[in-house]
């Protein structure tokens, strides 16, 4: 039957097995090999390859053919095996190539080995797969630290390199390894050039294009970019901090440039040797010395020696060959920036002579517990710490005792006495940069031996740090009106001493106002009342930071506290109201006078703006300087007293306003010409008999001003006669009264032309034409219209005023008339200006019997044209 034939699996392992390793397979039938290729990070289940299908194996066999993996190798940890069809798919475990692979160059690529066993027996067969990972960009370049920091000499020539050592990786290979390098900000004076060496490796050099300046700019700060090959390419960036140094004016100079050094045969690996050292006199990093061996060095000294670069101590690297002796002739090389090396010689005899080690007896000066030295920060420099003796030693032999370990401590020969030394600081020590110091001193015979000690040395604080605010000034607003006990600002301050000595507590100056308050411990500054900017814009005060420690250390800070405006006060005029006199048919826009309004408040909401509630359609008020103007010329015969009512409103938020009354008293200026109002016409006359007495009134010319005060007073006066006998009539200068002043003898017109003239300046007037009919009766009125003038009215500068004596000479005005006139013109003069001074006394007292009413500023009144305006008709003097 056919379960009878066929083997169990375990069998079958067995069986494979001993075939493999007893049998020699000499048909190729029985042997294959495959070769795939797949990307590294594939998911689980992609086809890798169908071994069936690649060997052209038949299917259809019975028993049927089975594929199995060998349980031996780790990387079938990464594929799964159909069994029965022998299709290869990649497993859960995802493969990363640089994981994988991690040890191998960019030459062997990376490989997954596998073997399959195809089964049963009769089927047996081998196959060898081996399957290539290709490289994926999965991996972005990064360099080894995040800041590369490259020293160039200010005096570097133009063109000249700099390597940058510290270039970035890429795990990936190939075309997704890092391919270039580039400078985001090159300042002009830099650029960047890759090079290749001979394995592949890019390293990217700093080129000068142009002159550096050390004193102009010490450092330049960019980004160094490493981008790969990939599609898209990845990236990785770094800091890279270009640091300008100042120019070498001298080069290290070996203190011994030849040395003499003695070995046994039996030192020690790592045994220190000599330290040669060099001495330049520049500071900084023009004195950095680093040493190195000279190319003249053979590969065999070097390897037996090593050479610390930065402290120049020479070691023992390798073995000492202890049965034969040798010289070894090394040439060191001192280099200093832009330097020519300077060289020393080293002459290392081995010999065939041991010695015990020596031994180092420690007596300690300072304060010791526990093999731990204490010291107190205060300790001045070269503070003694202790004595090291040395033990154990050949008297002939020559010592050398030195330090091993960075610190401010030196080894030094107490007072040539030998195997005496002292160990001493040589700068003050510094508990908040360092807290503790581990050293080993070591001495070394002639021999090659060498005996050490450990001592640790712990270091004490002191209070010798003051406490340090964040901030030296510290400004703070605050809105007026505030609440009391309101929160300004908390205070931090910082001290680097430990334990108590650090512990700061705040405390207001002297100088600050008893309103704030200052928290001891917390240092939260608070305002116990509310401020008010109107009062005090500013406050300035110190505050200090006093720390625990012994003696008490404090530093100070200045607080600034600006009181910010907020809209409490009201615009303010500075009278409760204003009166302005201006004289009538003043020009348009002038300036009537000028309204002063302060606020208490700042910025906007100090800011005022004027408007006219009442009589815009008049005036207009300048906003910017309050000045009050009127659209057009004022006639005070029209009106002679404006009222106005101004309001300011400021620029807060709420807005404040007040208002104000503005009283207009227009002034008389003599614009109007006295008006005759009898005769009514120049064509009018009338009747006189001839029996009429001398000394009888005829007439009177009757005129009326418009203007008031002096631009008022008429005067009368006859400046042309056409009558037959001159000097027949007189005209009264004051009163206009026409009078006979002889008999009259002739029958006939009387024509006189009268001046009607004003004492205004200028003077203004009229004329009007007097006729006078002398006759018993009038019969014949139309013969009379015939007599009459026809002509236009003389101007009176042709003639001047004159008086007719009784014989009807012309003769002066007597000077005694004149004074009287004068007289007349004071008195009224003086009768006007007490009329102005009652009128404004009135206004005001009118204004004191108004009830006070409680208001903003002013009440405005409802009815302004009716209640404000003064409607008293216009005078009409007549004197």
């Not at 102009?216 to 890279?240: F, H, K, M, N």
């Not at 040493?291 to 670069?309: A, C, G, M, P, Q």
């Not at 008020?621 to 057009?632: F, N, P, S, V």
Request: net charge negative; aromatic share 8%.
């Amino acid at each position: 039957m056919r379960n009878t034939c066929l083997y169990s699996r375990g069998e079958l392992w067995a069986l494979c097995i001993l075939l493999l390793y007893t049998s020699q397979l000499s048909s190729s039938s029985n042997f294959s090999h495959l070769i795939y290729k797949i990307k590294e990070g594939l998911p689980k289940g992609i086809l890798i390859g169908a071994i069936g299908d690649e060997l052209n194996l038949d299917v259809s066999v019975d028993p049927p053919r089975s594929f199995n993996l060998e349980q031996k190798t780790s990387s079938q940890q990464y594929v799964n095996l159909n069994n029965t069809t022998g299709e290869l798919y990649t497993s859960a475990v995802e493969i990363d190539r640089e994981s994988l692979c991690a040890d191998s160059h960019d030459g062997q690529g990376c490989s997954i080995f596998l073997d399959v066993l195809i089964l049963p027996q009769q089927f047996f067969q081998l196959v060898k797969i081996q399957i290539f990972i290709e490289d994926v960009n999965d991996n972005r370049p990064h360099f080894p630290v995040e800041e590369i920091r490259l020293s160039v000499p200010e005096n570097a020539p133009v063109n000249a390199r700099f390597a940058v050592e510290q270039s970035a990786v890429d795990p990936d290979i190939g075309i997704h390894s890092v391919q270039t390098y580039w400078l985001v900000n090159d300042y002009g004076v830099f650029t960047l050039d890759v090079e290749e060496n001979e394995g592949g490796e890019l390293t990217p050099f700093l080129i000068i294009t142009e002159a550096l300046d050390r004193e102009r700019q010490a450092e330049y700060v960019t980004d160094i970019i490493a981008e790969d090959g990939g599609s898209p390419p990845l990236l990785g960036t770094a800091t890279l901090r270009i640091i300008i140094t100042d120019v070498n004016d001298n080069c290290p100079k070996f203190t011994e440039s030849q040395l003499n050094i003695t070995l046994y045969g039996n030192a020690t690996k790592g045994m220190q040797l000599a330290r040669l050292q060099a001495y330049d006199p520049d500071e900084g990093a023009n004195a950095q010395i680093t040493y190195s061996f000279s190319e003249r060095v053979t590969l065999e000294s070097r390897n037996l020696f090593h050479l610390d670069k930065t402290t120049g101590v020479l070691k023992l690297a390798g073995k000492i060959d202890n049965n034969s002796g040798k010289l070894f002739k090394l040439i060191v090389l001192a280099n200093g920036p832009t330097c020519i090396p300077e060289v020393a010689t080293v002459m290392v005899h081995v010999v065939k002579e041991p010695s015990g080690p020596p031994a180092i007896m420690p007596r300690y000066i300072a304060s010791e517990k526990d093999g731990i030295v204490s010291l107190s920060e205060s300790e001045p420099p070269f503070s003694p710490i202790a004595f090291f003796t040395i033990k154990n030693t050949d008297p002939r032999q020559t010592l050398e005792c030195f330090l091993e370990s960075t610190g401010p401590f030196r080894l030094v020969p107490y007072r040539r006495l030998k195997n005496e030394y002292l160990l001493e600081t040589t700068e003050p020590l510094d508990y908040e940069q360092q807290q503790d110091y581990e050293m080993t001193i070591v001495v070394r015979s002639a021999h090659g031996l060498t005996g050490r000690t450990v001592l640790k040395i712990h270091v004490l604080d002191v209070n010798d740090n003051s406490p340090v605010f964040k901030q030296s000034l510290i400004e703070i607003t605050v809105e007026e009106n505030n609440p009391p006990n309101t929160f300004l600002a908390q205070f931090q301050a910082t001290d680097a001493d430990s334990g108590i000595r650090g512990e700061v507590y705040y405390v207001l100056g002297v100088d600050a106002p008893t309103i704030f308050h200052l928290d001891k411990l917390t240092g939260v500054l608070t305002v116990s009342t509310s401020l008010d900017r109107e009062e005090k814009e500013t406050y300035r005060f110190m505050v200090r930071a006093v720390d625990q420690g012994t003696p008490r250390k404090e530093s100070i800070a200045t607080v600034i506290i600006s009181v910010q405006d907020r809209n409490d006060n009201s615009p303010r005029f500075i009278n409760k109201d204003f009166t302005f006199f201006v004289p009538e048919n003043f020009p348009g826009f002038g300036e009537i006078g000028v309204l002063t309004v302060t606020d208490a408040d700042a910025g906007e909401n100090g800011w005022v703006a004027l408007s006219i509630l009442n009589g815009s359609d008049i005036f207009v008020i300048d906003t910017g300087r309050g000045a009050l103007r009127a659209k057009t010329p004022l006639d005070r015969e029209q009106q002679g007293t404006y009222y106005i009512w101004i309001e300011a409103v400021d620029g807060g938020e709420p807005v404040l306003s007040c208002v104000t009354l503005v009283t207009v008293l227009l002034l008389d200026v003599n614009d109007n010409p006295p008006t005759v109002l009898f005769p009514q016409s120049n064509q009018s006359y009338m009747l006189v008999l001839p029996s009429t007495l001398p000394g009888t009134s005829i007439t009177e010319v009757y005129a009326v001003d418009r203007d008031t005060g002096m631009n008022a007073v008429i005067a009368y006066s006859i400046i042309r006669r056409t009558d037959g006998e001159p000097g027949s009539f007189d005209i009264d200068p004051y009163t206009g009264n026409i009078t006979l002043r002889k008999t009259l003898s002739n029958r006939g017109l009387y024509s006189l032309w009268v001046k009607v003239r004003d004492h205004g300046q200028p003077e203004l007037y009229s004329t009007v034409l007097v006729n006078l009919f002398v006759n018993e009766t009038v019969t014949n009125e139309t013969l009379i219209q015939s007599l009459l003038p026809r002509g236009a009215a003389v101007d009176p500068k042709e003639i001047p005023p004159v008086k007719e004596g009784r014989e009807g000479e012309r003769v002066p005005i007597p000077c005694s008339e004149y004074q009287v006139l004068l007289l007349a013109l004071t008195a009224t003069c003086l009768g006007l200006f007490l009329t102005v001074v009652s009128l404004v006394t009135y206004i005001c007292c009118k204004k004191v019997r108004k009830p006070k009413k409680k208001r903003l500023d002013v009440e405005i009144p409802l009815k302004l044209n009716h209640e404000m305006v003064d409607k008293n008709p216009m005078e009409i003097s007549n004197i």
